[in-house]
């Protein structure tokens, strides 16, 4: 991200949530971690943390780690 005084590899963004609670994800970010349309994002959330929406592809390995791998 051009001008960016953070520290390297951290960025913070906003979002509106809209009347139907959806969110749009800013044009850096997707374009940063590949979120394309159609795309399933995992959300996970703590009542102290908030929100955390892990990078594309982690509900896939979660679920391999839940259930052993690719052959099964």
Do not use: C, N
């Not at 994800?25 to 959330?45: N, Y």
């Not at 509900?59 to 690719?70: N, P, R, S, T, V």
């Amino acid at each position: 991200m051009k001008g960016s005084k953070g520290p390297k590899g951290k960025y913070a963004w906003t979002a509106v949530v809209g009347e139907k609670g959806q969110i749009v994800i800013p044009k850096q970010a997707r374009d940063l971690f590949g979120i394309e349309p159609g795309d399933t994002l995992l959300l996970l959330g703590d009542d102290k943390k908030g929100i955390a929406i892990p990078p594309k592809g982690a509900l896939e390995m979660f679920g391999k780690h839940i259930f052993g791998g690719e052959d099964q």
